[in-house]
């Protein structure tokens, strides 16, 4: 018999005892134990019948090399890292949102450059995005940037090449990032990533 099965057994027979004390004993200390023991029990036999599902983290995105042909195989899979792995999600939106925690992502790819995207994912405390939605001065984001490549994220240089090629491509941008930079396991990056420029930039302000 299962762990489920068993307790819903004990339930049906807290109910039943609780019945029988109504029925029988005119004691009302007694019938007040046997109607809390009904309420008991069939609270335990309702929470029982809910379906239970196994709350489990996101699935891990394995980034297979050999299935990247192209720009777009990137985005693809800088996508599905986005919203797993990489827990962009988690603050950054794609779209205006007042509850934001952190920069809305929407046309980023084409606000700024891949350089300075990779700087902002690397280096994230190089400059502070301040928040212009409010009235008065602008504030910061409640949320602080995580360093991306780093534990506990830890995304590898071609995980983050990917997500770059996925807000490129989110931004209606042609994807500058090249299938030939990525790393062979084993092997050093063809084409490393520039460090990114600095420059005036009208959403963030130097740290």
């Given at each position: 018999?299962?762990?489920?099965?068993?307790?819903?057994?004990i339930?049906?027979?807290?109910?039943?005892?609780g019945?029988?004390?109504l029925?029988?004993?005119?004691?009302q200390?007694?019938?007040?134990?046997g109607?809390?023991?009904?309420v008991?029990g069939?609270?335990?036999?309702?929470?029982l019948?809910?379906p239970?599902m196994?709350?489990?983290?996101p699935?891990?995105?394995?980034?297979?090399?050999?299935?990247?042909?192209?720009?777009?195989?990137?985005?693809?899979?800088g996508?599905?890292?986005?919203?797993?792995?990489?827990?962009?999600?988690?603050?950054?939106?794609?779209?205006p949102?007042?509850?934001?925690?952190?920069?809305?992502?929407?046309g980023i790819?084409?606000?700024l450059?891949?350089?300075?995207?990779?700087?902002?994912?690397t280096?994230?405390?190089?400059?502070?995005?301040?928040?212009?939605?409010h009235?008065?001065?602008?504030?910061?984001?409640p949320a602080?940037?995580?360093?991306?490549?780093?534990?506990p994220?830890?995304?590898?240089?071609n995980?983050?090449?990917?997500?770059?090629?996925?807000?490129?491509?989110m931004?209606?941008?042609?994807i500058?990032?090249?299938?030939?930079e990525?790393?062979?396991?084993?092997?050093t990056?063809v084409?490393?990533?520039?460090v990114?420029q600095?420059?005036?930039v009208d959403?963030?302000?130097?740290?």
């Open positions: 018999m299962s762990e489920v099965a068993t307790l819903q057994l339930g049906l027979m807290i109910v039943g005892s019945t029988l004390i029925l029988l004993i005119r004691a200390f007694a019938r007040v134990i109607f809390v023991g009904i008991l069939l609270f335990t036999l309702v929470a019948s809910v239970q196994a709350s489990l983290p699935i891990e995105e394995k980034f297979d090399i050999a299935t990247v042909k192209t720009p777009t195989d990137m985005a693809a899979i996508q599905k890292i986005f919203f797993s792995k990489g827990q962009c999600a988690l603050c950054h939106t794609i779209g949102s007042e509850s934001a925690r952190c920069p809305d992502l929407k790819g084409a606000k450059s891949r350089e300075f995207l990779f700087e902002s994912l280096q994230p405390q190089a400059y502070i995005y301040l928040d212009y939605r009235g008065g001065q602008p504030k910061e984001y602080r940037m995580p360093y991306i490549n780093k534990n994220i830890g995304l590898s240089k995980e983050i090449l990917s997500v770059i090629a996925f807000l490129q491509q931004s209606g941008e042609p500058s990032v090249n299938v030939a990525l790393e062979v396991p084993g092997q990056l084409a490393p990533v520039k990114a600095s420059g005036p959403v963030v302000q130097a740290h």
